[in-house]
């Protein structure tokens, strides 16, 4: 019998995200709201990204031979991939995604607000 955690990880686990690292993301919901910033990594397996800015905390670390002072350090933690939506280049507006495949059969992003392709970085 499965937990509630690995069932909520096997539910996050299908999910098929359309942002990729280096992508430029809004925040929609959550305390963060409305903050943007670029994806520094995604977590496809936990449903989750790290946005740069977003999500900051602040953890205390033992001296180390990394870092001998120790001390607290800021760190980006992950948002939930639900949370954050693709900005539109061109227009600057956050914008649902949709995949458009071409003739030759290569996929590419496009925005549903403006119909306008989103590049991959």
Do not use: C, F, W, Y
């Not at 959550?30 to 977590?43: I, K």
């Not at 227009?91 to 003739?103: D, K, L």
């Amino acid at each position: 019998m499965a937990t509630k955690k690995e069932a909520k990880q096997a539910r996050r686990s299908k999910r098929r995200s359309h942002i990729v690292k280096g992508d430029r993301v809004r925040v929609i919901s959550g305390n963060h709201r409305d903050l943007e910033g670029n994806v520094t990594r995604v977590m496809p397996d936990e449903g989750r990204v790290v946005v740069e800015g977003v999500n900051l905390r602040k953890k205390h670390q033992k001296p180390s031979q990394q870092n001998p002072d120790g001390g607290i350090v800021t760190m980006e933690m992950p948002v939930d991939i639900s949370n954050v939506m693709l900005i539109d280049p061109t227009s600057g507006e956050a914008s649902r995604v949709r995949i458009r495949v071409e003739s030759d059969g290569t996929k590419e992003r496009i925005a549903v607000k403006s119909g306008n392709p989103i590049p991959r970085p």
